[in-house]
């Protein structure tokens, strides 16, 4: 049961590997523990989490589980969207009368600000000069650039085909959540370090070596902890955010642009978010540096009462 929901979601609802295996992780997880407290309807010789006899209270039942073991508030919170997906599926297809997960709760998340280089960092490590003779130097101050400077996700950039990289119209086509497509601007610097990448590339593994626009020096294409750990390496020591990672070049993508003027709807089409509520977390991160910014100017601001 659980297999064919996941076929569902790949197949009728185009939704992205990672998506999918989150999901099933999700799920699996439930039935285990299901199956290991013996709740009803979900013993071990069946072939799925789900039955009549589940009710919100056994639901609920695995939610404290996890909080007793550490699991947080963010995790709790998708694998309760997923029961409810999973339920809602088997109602519409398999004659599940009612959704146990529907009325699940749990406590609201705090609003964390997203952690964000700032752009003098930014700018120190992107003008430091690198081998430009060296094929791994130049690939990865290049990767660093295009997180910077396009705001992709990291699963976009690794997935970046060579033939989505336009030099003639300075744009690149990438994938995004869902599979949807979106393009992306970018500017003459980065331009003229695309073609410095690929000339090297194409000199050390050939030309047909790999469909991808970044790859190893075997020409394989790069994977996720490879391009986490380049980012990490280059950021780690000099820059005073928090993490070190590509979804930070991401944030600071989005709130340079906001600080400098740019349009919010343009923003969230640049990266791709499907809702603009999303974006709207950036123009709080930019009223916090303005905020930061006047207490620390304004002669008035650092006066004290009394």
Same mark, same amino acid.
């Not at 009803?40 to 056994?58: F, K, L, R, Y």
């Not at 700032?118 to 120190?124: N, S, V, W």
């Not at 073609?195 to 626009?213: N, Q, V």
């Given at each position: 049961?659980?297999?064919?929901?996941?076929?569902?979601?790949?197949?009728?609802?185009?939704?992205?590997?990672?998506?999918?295996?989150?999901?099933?992780?999700?799920?699996?997880?439930?039935?285990?523990?299901?199956?290991?407290?013996?709740?009803?309807?979900?013993?071990?010789?069946?072939?799925?989490?789900?039955?009549?006899?589940?009710?919100?209270?056994?639901?609920?039942?695995?939610?404290?589980?996890?909080?007793?073991?550490?699991?947080?508030?963010?995790?709790?919170?998708?694998?309760?969207?997923?029961?409810?997906? +999973? !339920?809602?599926?088997? =109602? *519409?297809?398999?004659? %599940?009368?009612?959704?146990?997960? @529907?009325?699940?709760?749990?406590? /609201?998340?705090?609003?964390?600000?997203?952690?964000?280089?700032?752009?003098?960092?930014?700018?120190?490590?992107?003008?430091?000069?690198?081998?430009?003779?060296?094929?791994?130097?130049?690939?990865?101050?290049?990767?660093?650039?295009? +997180? !910077?400077?396009?705001? =992709? *996700?990291?699963?976009? %950039?690794?997935?970046?085909?060579? @033939?989505?990289?336009?030099?003639? /119209?300075?744009?690149?086509?990438?994938?995004?959540?869902?599979?949807?497509?979106?393009?992306?601007?970018?500017?003459?610097?980065?331009?003229?370090?695309?073609?410095?990448?690929?000339?090297?590339?194409?000199?050390?593994?050939?030309?047909?070596?790999?469909?991808?626009?970044?790859?190893?020096?075997?020409?394989?294409?790069?994977?996720?902890?490879?391009?986490?750990?380049?980012?990490?390496?280059?950021?780690?020591?000099?820059?005073?955010?928090?993490?070190?990672?590509?979804?930070?070049?991401?944030?600071?993508?989005?709130?340079?642009?906001?600080?400098?003027?740019?349009?919010?709807?343009?923003?969230?089409?640049?990266?791709?978010?499907?809702?603009?509520?999303?974006?709207?977390?950036?123009?709080?991160?930019?009223?916090?540096?303005?905020?930061?910014?006047?207490?620390?100017?304004?002669?008035?601001?650092?006066?004290?009462?009394?």
């Amino acid at each position: 049961m659980i297999d064919a929901f996941l076929t569902y979601l790949r197949c009728e609802l185009n939704l992205s590997d990672h998506t999918v295996l989150s999901y099933g992780s999700d799920l699996h997880q439930w039935y285990n523990f299901a199956a290991s407290v013996g709740l009803a309807g979900c013993t071990s010789t069946n072939d799925s989490p789900v039955a009549e006899q589940v009710t919100i209270n056994d639901l609920r039942l695995w939610i404290a589980f996890m909080a007793s073991e550490g699991i947080t508030t963010r995790s709790i919170r998708r694998k309760i969207q997923s029961l409810r997906a +999973f !339920y809602k599926y088997l =109602m *519409r297809r398999h004659g %599940l009368q009612s959704n146990p997960a @529907a009325e699940l709760t749990t406590a /609201r998340m705090p609003k964390h600000l997203p952690s964000f280089i700032r752009p003098e960092q930014t700018e120190k490590i992107l003008d430091e000069d690198y081998d430009h003779n060296d094929f791994t130097e130049t690939r990865n101050h290049l990767i660093i650039d295009m +997180f !910077y400077s396009t705001g =992709m *996700r990291c699963s976009e %950039l690794i997935g970046l085909l060579d @033939a989505d990289v336009n030099l003639q /119209r300075c744009e690149l086509k990438v994938l995004g959540k869902r599979n949807k497509e979106r393009i992306i601007p970018f500017g003459e610097e980065m331009r003229t370090l695309i073609i410095e990448y690929r000339k090297l590339r194409d000199d050390k593994i050939g030309t047909a070596a790999s469909p991808h626009f970044f790859v190893r020096p075997d020409g394989r294409p790069l994977y996720r902890n490879l391009a986490y750990r380049i980012v990490h390496d280059t950021l780690s020591g000099r820059v005073t955010a928090e993490k070190c990672s590509p979804h930070v070049l991401r944030h600071s993508f989005a709130t340079d642009m906001l600080n400098n003027g740019a349009d919010i709807t343009a923003v969230q089409q640049l990266l791709g978010h499907q809702s603009l509520s999303t974006t709207q977390i950036y123009t709080h991160l930019s009223y916090r540096e303005l905020l930061n910014n006047y207490k620390l100017a304004h002669p008035r601001a650092q006066k004290s009462g009394g």
